[in-house]
């Protein structure tokens, strides 16, 4: 396994984002606009676009909302932001453990440098498909002050690069709200369904 730039040798626990991030996104919440539009997730907010769907993902134990699922232009993203130190990042060690993760599933990998920092481009057999079936999928992720968001990236936007430009946009422009509360580094920030959502009734 090796990083995409060569000769460059990180520490694990060197953040990884965008140069621009500041300005570009993954925004924090001190560096947003505070009087744009957002739809309000709690950990995260969302600039509303045209075209673009959400889907809370429910752990079913706990009914808590663990990860943000959105539908744009033919791709699909699953969004989740966790609590990091101020000063070092996580992507990198969480990299090397969702390849670990894949590979150990009989997938295969491949790390490459994308318009967000390193990524990782998996074929991930499909549990159930027909033998040799696989699905890719990519795993993106920022660090930025205090907190770490993970996305992964599957349909379109995994495979063209017109289609991954725009689902990668979308990402950038999610606003991570961290809070004050102390929290243990890779905890799950919480995050909830929008103020004024209607949740669809549980199953009888």
């Known amino acids: 396994m090796t990083d995409s730039t060569p000769g460059e040798t990180l520490p694990d626990d060197a953040k990884s984002a965008p140069a621009d991030r500041s300005e570009l996104g993954p925004l924090d919440e001190s560096e947003a606009n505070a009087v744009r539009p957002y739809v309000d997730l709690g950990g995260v907010k969302l600039v509303p676009r045209e075209g673009l769907q959400l889907r809370l993902e429910i752990e079913e134990g706990s009914k808590r909302v663990v990860a943000v699922g959105i539908d744009y232009a033919g791709s699909t993203l699953q969004v989740q932001p966790f609590a990091a130190p101020r000063s070092s990042g996580l992507w990198h060690e969480i990299r090397a453990q969702?390849?670990?993760?894949?590979?150990?599933?009989?997938?295969?990998?491949?790390?490459?440098?994308?318009?967000?920092?390193?990524?990782?481009?998996?074929?991930?057999?499909?549990?159930?498909?027909?033998?040799?079936?696989?699905?890719?999928?990519?795993?993106?992720g920022v660090d930025g002050p205090r907190w770490f968001l993970r996305g992964v990236v599957a349909g379109a936007g995994a495979v063209e690069?017109?289609?991954?430009?725009?689902?990668?946009?979308?990402?950038?422009?999610?606003?991570?709200?961290?809070?004050?509360?102390?929290?243990?580094?890779r905890d799950l920030i919480p995050l909830h369904v929008p103020q004024g959502a209607v949740q669809p009734p549980a199953a009888p």
């Open 98 to 140: 969702i390849v670990e993760q894949i590979r150990s599933q009989g997938g295969e990998t491949q790390q490459r440098d994308g318009t967000l920092g390193p990524e990782v481009v998996a074929q991930i057999p499909v549990a159930g498909g027909a033998a040799g079936a696989t699905r890719v999928a990519r795993f993106i």
């Open 161 to 185: 690069p017109e289609a991954a430009a725009a689902i990668d946009e979308v990402f950038r422009s999610i606003v991570v709200v961290r809070g004050t509360t102390p929290m243990p580094p």
